[in-house]
């Protein structure tokens, strides 16, 4: 009953042959304080139903505010040209009250964070039944029946107890399927998916994209779905629209612009995949980081008349040996415990356990003596926004660590210190007395390595150090590490959740799940013949959506 | 919740106790006594008042018999007024202060939520511009120019109010102290709430609800301003407090009867036990105001648990 609903709309009859979405001249700009930016340049694209077109592109390329735009979302400093006609309908510059008959009706849209993109002050619910009040007019039971509907639909266990949940108690996944829930509560027939999955674990990832694969064969919608990820590109889409500096390069069949591209641009994306291997260090390598039965508990609440605390075992009894001129590479999902055990390994987080560093049990040593060795051993975050800090020059950034492990330095050979390590990392010397908010995310990256480098440590462990960068500055900063390891002898341990970096840059691999140690082997042997099953269904999730061909070609 | 409310309550204990030893031993510290100021007292008479509200006796003793009547609920006499005891003082003066005050946070509340959503919706528009001009000059202007001048255009010009006077509570005597009361609070208010309405209409599930269409209404009320509401909660438990606890401007601007003149006075006077009383009076406000600040929290906010 509750998807009997007349269409208050005429659109339906006029629909005809015409494409559902259909984007001509499209053309944003914003007004900033520093003058015009002009972020799509007149774009057209056309959206057939029971189609997916992927628009691609890195970002900054426009991907995002072209469909933005087009739903009437633009922030408040942006100026929209061109058509936006969905079935033939002219719906750019709609006034509002008209737009929102179409927004979430027929065109419902889905947001990378899903996170942050549910309200957190309402539950699952009440969010679920706003939509049907508003476009199907439900009543508040009626509303509730439905809701409990879409969410068994998404794939939400025991959907009639999770309508009472608010956001912050389901998991990512289950958010992001919520989402998707809301967006289809009106039945659309265009979804736009703004890298909806992006902010997600892999083999989440790949029940979301099912899940979306699913439900499209089953209400014929058309999806324009934007990723950066070309193999999720491949793997979902029918049409692929290749989008940089605010302009279409290149368009047409996924399967002839990803595997025969016709414009540069799309070559060096597909080029930008991480590759390469990398081989194991000499047998009688020294061993620089050891490590037995490390063990992290975190102590979550608790006090007086609340009760014992919450006891998180983030690290169960992990071991690694870290030879010189070794990469291990630590993968694993969010909550894994793959970080933690990086920053146990540092006595960043105090652990259990034994740690040895050069030979020299860690556990023994007082503040000065862990002092000295914390200069041997760096991290680099994954962050490379919120780790640099806003208010000091770059060169003062690079250089605080030389401060502390050798305060006699003048300033002099402390700046000429500077120099050489950002020459290092290939960053210009003469922009040292910038701030970091002057720099793009990878040449923040290389500021953030650089502040590592200038102590000439032995050990770097690089804690997701491309997960935020697009792919072809992502290669750019691989090949910088592994210039550097052969040029300074570094052993690396390098934490991410993609299995492709990995693979390119490591020589052993450590999986974790649950903070426990769930296989570990050289890079390749892994890769190619994993033994857990949990290994195998990661493998799967991000190599099954991601290159087939790529993989053939290894 | 009912466990968290009792531990709060129970914390508050050695709070009021740390708070009420502090200023017994404090307030001695400062030269003379409440009977040092008045001229030609003879130190006979002196003596014997000092006797009758045992001022003689050693200061731990006095410390320790304070405690005993606090915790029997008697604040004691007042030095400076032999007449009433400090409970009599405020169980007349209490309720015109909070009636005051309750009356300027209410508004303060309404107007300055209202100017600060219209200012966030209309951000560096001339209404915005307009709001922000008012909420500057709100809280730069001091009362002590603001209750003059009301008293001198609508008072003594106009003459459509009393100058000043309690009236015994008439509608009319209070416009002009909780008007001056207010201001700089709805000043206040508006800017928080301006800012925290730009805040919330910024954050991602915003986006979320106009994508689905749910326009105007759902958007600004249902999802912004309930997050927006969050400063102001915290903003609005102290400022309760303050102004409940009634203010030395406006009651002695406007010869109001209420309590806020007293903390000033009966510190100038060294009324010991008055002060004693004002110090317990407004450290409870603070105590009762932030818990239910708290609470409150937790009722806006789910992610907020106290358990």
């Known amino acids: ?554 | 919740m009912i466990r968290y409310v009792l531990r709060r309550l129970l914390t508050a204990i050695p709070t009021l106790f740390l708070i009420v030893t502090l200023s017994f031993f404090l307030l001695r510290v400062a030269p003379g006594g409440p009977f040092s100021q008045e001229r030609g007292l003879s130190p006979e008479v002196k003596a014997n008042l000092e006797r009758v509200y045992q001022l003689d006796a050693p200061l731990w003793r006095q410390y320790l018999n304070y405690l005993a009547d606090l915790l029997h609920g008697n604040f004691g006499p007042s030095y400076n007024l032999p007449d009433f005891t400090v409970a009599d003082l405020f169980r007349v003066g209490l309720p015109v202060s909070v009636q005051l005050g309750a009356s300027a946070l209410i508004l303060a509340l309404v107007l300055g939520s209202v100017l600060g959503i219209v200012a966030a919706l209309r951000q560096n528009r001339a209404g915005d511009y307009a709001v922000v001009a008012l909420a500057t000059a709100g809280s730069t202007i001091p009362t002590f120019v603001i209750a003059p001048l009301y008293q001198l255009v609508f008072a003594l010009t106009l003459a459509w109010v009393p100058v000043a006077g309690w009236g015994g509570g008439a509608f009319i005597n209070k416009i002009g102290p909780v008007l001056t009361l207010a201001l700089p609070q709805i000043a206040i208010v508006a800017r928080l709430m301006r800012g925290a309405m730009i805040e919330a209409l910024r954050a991602n599930h915003i986006r979320t609800a106009r994508a689905l269409g749910l326009g105007g209404w759902s958007v600004v009320v249902r999802h912004a301003l309930r997050g927006a509401l969050l400063p102001i909660i915290s903003y609005a438990g102290p400022a309760a407090a303050a102004l409940l606890t009634g203010s030395v401007v406006v009651e002695t601007v406007f010869a109001i009867p209420g309590v806020g003149r007293y903390f000033v006075d009966a510190a100038l006077n060294r009324d010991y036990t008055l002060v004693m009383g004002t110090v317990v009076v407004i450290a409870v406000f603070v105590i009762v105001f932030n818990l239910i600040v708290d609470l409150l929290y937790a009722l806006v906010d789910p992610r907020v648990r106290y358990d």
């Open chain 1, 1 to 554: 009953m509750a998807d009997e609903m007349p269409s208050d709309l005429d659109i339906d009859a006029a629909a005809g042959d015409a494409p559902l979405l259909e984007l001509t001249g499209l053309d944003v700009r914003f007004d900033t304080p520093d003058g015009e930016i002009h972020a799509v340049r007149g774009i057209d694209l056309a959206l057939n139903p029971g189609e997916t077109l992927a628009v691609v592109g890195e970002s900054g390329s426009g991907k995002s505010q072209t469909m933005m735009a087009a739903m009437g979302l633009l922030a408040r400093n942006g100026r929209v040209a061109g058509s936006v006609r969905y079935r033939g309908r002219e719906i750019l510059g709609l006034p509002s009250r008209a737009l929102d008959e179409i927004r979430g009706a027929r065109i419902a849209m889905i947001f990378q964070e899903p996170m942050t993109s549910l309200d957190p002050l309402y539950t699952i619910g009440s969010q679920l039944a706003e939509p049907l009040a508003r476009h199907k007019r439900l009543g508040a039971r009626a509303a509730r029946e439905r809701a409990v509907e879409l969410l068994a639909l998404v794939g939400i266990p025991d959907p009639e107890r999770r309508l009472r949940a608010y956001p912050h108690e389901l998991s990512g996944g289950q958010r992001q399927r919520v989402m998707i829930a809301m967006a289809l509560a009106a039945e659309p027939d265009v979804l736009i998916a703004d890298e909806p999955t992006t902010a997600l674990d892999v083999t989440v990832q790949a029940q979301i994209i099912e899940l979306l694969r699913s439900l499209q064969r089953r209400f014929r919608m058309g999806i324009v779905f934007i990723t950066h990820d070309l193999g999720l590109a491949r793997h979902f889409a029918d049409r692929v629209a290749v989008m940089r500096y605010g302009q279409v390069v290149e368009e047409g069949p996924a399967s002839q612009v990803l595997s025969r591209p016709a414009h540069d641009y799309t070559r060096m994306l597909l080029a930008s995949e991480p590759s390469g291997t990398k081989a194991p260090p000499p047998e009688d390598a020294p061993v620089v980081l050891e490590a037995q039965g490390l063990d992290v508990t975190f102590h979550i609440g608790g006090g007086w008349l609340a009760g014992p605390p919450l006891e998180i075992h983030a690290v169960d009894r992990v071991s690694l040996t870290l030879k010189r001129g070794q990469t291990i590479g630590i993968v694993g999902e969010s909550g894994s415990g793959k970080s933690t055990l990086g920053r146990a390994l540092i006595r960043l987080i105090d652990g259990k356990g034994d740690i040895r560093l050069f030979g020299r049990p860690v556990g023994e040593l007082d503040a000065a003596g862990l002092r000295a060795l914390r200069r041997q051993v760096q991290i680099v975050f994954q962050d490379p926004y919120g780790s640099l800090s806003p208010r000091m020059t770059v060169g003062e950034i690079v250089s605080e660590g030389l401060r502390v492990h050798e305060p006699e330095l003048d300033a002099r050979s402390r700046e000429r210190q500077v120099i050489a390590a950002l020459e290092d990392v290939t960053l210009d010397p003469a922009l040292r007395n910038r701030y970091p908010h002057e720099f793009s995310g990878g040449q923040r990256q290389r500021i953030a390595i650089a502040r590592a480098l200038i102590l000439k440590p032995r050990v770097l462990v690089l804690d997701e150090p491309t997960s935020a960068l697009d792919r072809s500055v992502q290669k750019g900063i691989v090949e910088l590490l592994r210039r550097l390891q052969r040029e300074h002898g570094l052993s690396y341990l390098f934490i991410s959740h993609d299995l492709s970096v990995v693979r390119a840059l490591s020589d052993w691999i450590m999986v974790m799940r649950r903070g426990q140690l769930v296989e570990a082997g050289p890079t390749e042997d892994v890769y190619e013949a994993p033994a857990a099953a949990y290994t195998r269904e990661l493998i799967a999730a991000a190599y099954g959506l991601s290159d087939r061909e790529q993989a053939g070609r290894r």
